[in-house]
Structures are given as structure tokens and as C-alpha cells.
């Protein structure tokens, strides 16, 4: 399948759905990280979650990408329950986690490597799919001789090569100065109108939550709920500029103002949130 | 490369360099002065050790009263390398040396994923290994005598011994500390049980594993004395251990440097090896 193709094919699956997911994380004391999430989420949509820092964002995201169970509700995708971690949900983290000991090229046929792609043909669409983000002659580089804007766009094709129905983003350009992370914004908002993949995207970046995503769900302080839902009802494909729209700015106070009366509140509880970790067995 | 730019113009090269490009700067790396500094300190060692022979040094606590001279070494190390039995003695050597060593690496390693990879195995596995751990090897020569039908397999289940602990433990620690997110992102790619232990665990590990090896090998020719001191015949280790009781004193020290220079050689090829295994592990050391 070509990269034509399969961008064609863009599917209509990639349905989430949440139902009173409660988080118990295991600690010194186990602790309740999540609280009664319920979400839809439809396929093809791209939703940013923000809020206080250890409200959970990272945590509901584990759970969503299989690494994780919730210890209550229900979570599925397109009517599924999610069992555990599998190729049809992809994952880019904040800092890249590519095999440090493959090319770029190799890294982003990893996927295709796993479902038993013969060499010849994973190599070649791992080649498209690398030209796909701006990283044409650098195949043969090891992840470390790549810049970190570099080594995210190499995770987000290794991820897409999959073809995905979900893709969940960790605070994937939280690491890189602003005129890369601007860069990125762009080519991740042009691949996903090209392929339509569900994006469910964690940040604390406002601004980057606005400018991508259709709808905006603004988490509480721990253990997070969802407190608001904001629809981002802004024309695509939006401008550079758009930021300084009065549409925009609205929304944006609207968010600032829930975000900031959260943080406040956190700070009166004066738990200071451990920091989130993967489970052992993952 | 600190932008995104090079991105506009794909192609051009960065400071990085290929991953292909494997320098042999390792064996220069230092400037000529201080190679011959280090050289002189050598020479000068040499230089105290003849003159404290030779003068029969005798510093109360330690004596060189009996001690042979380097010049008596270099002519007992002249008979040896004339001597038609120098061939069977290194060959013999090494046949233990590397059998013990390469079963230690098998076992060493699969012993060691498993602990590293399972609490089961750490909780069933580590207890009885860490009670066989401080016991030295010249502790096991009686048992090896009873427990194998050759005294050859006595002898290279002793530097197997030498050898096993260290491969076993860096191997361990090697695959604990490798990066869970590795492991999670690929699982999320598709990665199943055996495929995550075979693309990310053990070559995650290797580094470290490596390390292990290059100890482990030091560590098994410094039990081929104590091995060999179960030989009839062959072996530098015989040789050293029968000059001692022939007090033949030039001899023992040709034995121990020999022992020391094959030591250091196997343990350098060792890392050799890694280097080339691994062109990436110094690519990341060099950016990070």
C-alpha cells in the first residue's frame, strides 16, 4: 500500500470512548490520579487535553495507549476494549523513545518489521514515509545524530506507517525551542488531514492545544476529571496569524482562566503530584 | 545541527558524520607526549625493578633478595619462546580460557535476561548465585576434581567460574536499566513478548553486557593459574605454578606476563568487538 493509498483510505475508524474511567496509580500510597472521565471521542477527530500540571493528562493518555488499566469504567475504541498496547493506537512521547541503535530508516520500519513485511518493502515504504516528513537523506542516521526536531519527526512516521487509527502525543514538541515547535505544528496538522487519524494530543501549551485541535477538554487539579469541554469552532486551515484573531483570544482567555483557577486550587490542596511513571510491566 | 534548517537542503552532511564512518582513532588518541610519558614510566619501573634485584633491595617488610632480575626474565622468556613446548602450553591455555569463558557468556547472559526480565527468576535465581559468588576459584578445585570425569573439565569449569559472575551481573544490570519507554513505544508499534526482548532488551543491554565480557575474560585468566594448578602437563599457568616448585624463579615471572599479556589482549579484543558491534553506543556517548 502506498502512501497515496493508504492517506485515501483514510478510514473512519478511531472512535474512543471513555466511560467513568477512574486511575488508581500504585505508589508508596496508591493514589488516585483519574476520577470519573467519560469522553467521546469521534473518528478522525483531533482533541488536545490541558491542565494543571499532574492532573492526570499523561495518565489518561497510558491508559488510552493500553499501558495502564483503569481500575474503573470503561474504555474502548471503535466498540473494542482496549486490552493493552497494539499498533492501531500509536504513541509519540515528549522525548523521543526511538531505538537508539537503528538508522531512522530502520526505526521507522520497525512496525512493518513486527507484522512480518518483507525487508525489501518495509525499507521502501519506511523511505516514503521519512520523505513524508521532511527527512529525505537522513535514513541512514543513527537518532542520535538527528536534532530533536528531527527525531519526533522520525516518531511520527514510524508511528503512521502503522496506519493508526488513533495517535496519542505526550507534550510531543514540549522539548523543542518555539520556531521548531511552530514548524511541527504544521506538518502534523498537514499529515492529519492527509491520513485522519484520531489524534488525542496532551500539552500545557495553550496556544499549541488552540491552533490544532477541534475541541479542547481542560482537565481539573488531581485526580483529574474533565472539567470543561471547549470547541474550537476556528476555520481550517488556520493561519499563522489566527493567534492573534479575536476569536482566538477568546477562547484562549476562556481557557487561561479555567487552567490558572485550577492551578490556584491545586496549590490550596498543597499536594504536590508525584511524578507520573510508566507501570513496570510495560 | 541546533535548527531545523539543514531540513530545506536535505542531504548535506553534519558535524555528526555517517554512522559508517568507524574511526581507528582509539589506538592514537593521546599526543605524542604524553605517549612518551607514559612510555618513560614504564622504562623506569623496569629500571627500579633490575637495580632492586640486582642490589638485593631489602626493605625489611618486603625483600627482593630472591627475586630474578628482568634481564634473567628476558633470558628465561628467550628459552621459552626456543622451547618446542611453548605451543602446547599456549594452545592449552587458551582452549580453557575460552571454552570456560564462551560457556560463562552463554549461561552468563540467558541467566541474566531472565533475572533481569522477571521477578520470579530474580527472587528464585539470585539468592543461590549470590552464595556461590564470593567463593574463589582455588575454593572449587577440590570439588571440580570431584564433580567432573577430566580433570580438563575441571579446569575450564574453573574459569568458567572466572568468568561467569561478571557477564551475569553487568548483564543483569544491563537489562534493568534499559529504558522503559523503549519498551512501551514497542509494544505500541507491535512489538510481541520475544520481538521486544530480541530488537529492544538485549540490544538495549549490550553495552553493558559487553562491559561484563571484557571483565569476564581479565577475570577467567586470572584463574588459570589456580585451574592449572590441576594439570599434569600443559597450560602457562602449569608452567608458572611448576617453576615455583622447581624454583625456577625467572620462569614464574615469564608465566604471570604472559598470563597478564594474553589477559590484556583477549580483554582489548573483547572491546574491540563492542565497538564494532555498536557503532551507535559512541555516536550517542559523543552527543550526549
Not at chain 1, 519526533?152 to 493508526?164: D, G, H, K
Request: charged share 20%.
Amino acid at each position: 500500500m502506498s502512501i497515496a493509498t493508504q492517506a485515501q483510505s483514510g478510514s473512519k475508524a478511531g472512535r474512543i470512548e471513555l466511560r467513568d474511567i477512574a486511575i488508581h496509580l500504585p505508589g508508596k500510597v496508591r493514589f488516585e490520579a483519574v476520577r470519573q472521565v467519560s469522553t467521546t471521542i469521534a473518528a478522525g477527530e483531533f482533541v488536545s487535553i490541558i491542565g494543571p500540571s499532574g492532573c492526570g493528562k499523561s495518565t489518561l493518555l497510558n491508559a488510552v495507549a493500553g499501558y495502564l488499566q483503569p481500575s474503573g469504567g470503561s474504555l474502548s475504541v471503535d466498540g473494542e476494549p482496549v486490552g493493552g498496547p497494539g499498533p492501531d493506537r500509536g504513541m509519540v512521547f515528549q522525548h523521543n523513545s526511538l531505538l537508539p541503535w537503528r538508522s531512522a530508516l530502520d526505526n521507522v520500519a520497525f512496525g512493518l518489521k513486527m507484522r512480518g513485511v518483507a525487508r525489501a518493502e518495509r525499507l521502501e515504504r519506511a523511505r516514503e514515509f521519512l520523505e513524508l516528513v521532511g527527512l529525505r537523506g537522513f535514513a541512514d542516521r543513527y537518532p542520535a545524530q538527528l536534532s530533536g526536531g528531527m527525531q519526533q519527526r522520525v516518531e511520527i512516521a514510524r508511528v503512521l506507517i502503522n496506519n493508526p487509527r488513533v495517535v496519542l502525543m505526550d507534550e510531543p514538541f514540549g522539548a523543542l525551542d518555539a520556531q521548531t515547535r511552530e514548524r511541527m505544528q504544521q506538518l502534523l496538522l498537514d499529515i492529519w488531514g492527509r491520513f485522519r487519524p484520531t489524534v488525542l494530543f496532551v500539552t500545557h501549551d495553550i496556544d499549541e492545544a488552540l491552533i490544532l485541535s477541534d475541541r479542547v477538554l481542560v482537565m481539573t487539579h488531581r485526580p483529574g476529571r474533565i472539567r470543561e469541554e471547549i470547541v474550537v469552532d476556528l476555520p481550517r486551515p488556520r493561519p499563522e496569524d489566527i493567534i492573534v484573531s479575536p476569536e482566538f483570544i477568546a477562547l484562549k482567555k476562556r481557557c487561561l482562566a479555567l487552567v490558572q483557577d485550577e492551578v490556584r486550587q491545586s496549590l490550596i490542596g498543597g499536594l504536590e503530584a508525584p511524578r507520573i511513571e510508566l507501570p513496570v510491566e510495560a | 545541527m541546533s535548527s531545523e534548517q539543514a531540513l530545506s537542503a536535505p542531504g548535506i552532511a553534519d558535524a555528526g558524520g555517517r554512522p559508517g564512518g568507524f574511526p581507528a582513532a582509539w589506538l592514537a588518541g593521546l599526543p605524542v607526549g604524553r605517549l612518551l610519558l607514559r612510555a618513560a614510566a614504564l622504562l623506569a619501573c623496569v629500571a627500579f625493578w633490575q637495580a632492586a634485584s640486582v642490589l638485593k633491595f631489602d626493605f625489611g617488610l618486603v625483600t627482593f633478595r630472591y627475586v630474578p632480575a628482568p634481564s634473567d626474565v628476558i633470558v628465561a622468556g628467550w628459552n621459552l619462546f626456543q622451547s618446542p613446548k611453548l605451543a602446547s602450553h599456549v594452545v592449552n591455555s587458551l582452549i580453557r580460557v575460552f571454552s570456560g569463558f564462551a560457556a560463562a557468556t552463554l549461561l552468563g547472559i540467558v541467566v541474566g535476561v531472565l533475572i533481569g526480565r522477571s521477578r520470579r527468576f530474580e527472587d528464585t535465581l539470585l539468592p543461590p548465585l549470590e552464595v556461590l559468588r564470593p567463593i574463589p576459584g582455588v575454593a572449587w578445585i577440590p570439588l571440580a576434581i570431584l564433580m567432573f570425569p577430566s580433570s580438563e573439565l575441571s579446569m575450564v569449569f574453573i574459569t568458567f567460574m572466572g568468568a561467569f559472575f561478571p557477564i551475569l551481573l553487568n548483564t543483569v544490570h544491563g537489562v534493568e536499566a534499559v529504558d522503559r519507554r523503549l519498551i512501551a513505544s514497542s509494544r505500541s508499534l507491535g512489538a510481541g513478548r520475544w520481538s521486544v526482548l530480541a530488537e529492544v532488551v538485549v540490544p538495549g543491554a549490550l553495552p553493558s553486557i559487553v562491559t561484563g565480557l571484557a571483565i569476564g575474560m581479565g577475570t577467567s585468566w586470572f584463574c588459570l593459574v589456580t585451574a592449572e594448578m590441576i594439570a599434569g602437563q600443559y597450560g602457562i599457568g602449569y608452567y608458572t605454578w611448576e617453576s615455583y616448585t622447581l624454583q625456577n624463579y625467572p620462569d614464574i615471572v615469564v608465566g604471570m606476563l604472559f598470563i597478564g599479556a594474553f589477559g590484556m589482549a583477549s580483554s582489548g579484543l573483547i572491546k574491540l568487538l563492542g565497538r564494532v558491534l555498536m557503532p551507535w553506543y559512541r555516536i550517542q556517548e559523543r552527543h550526549s
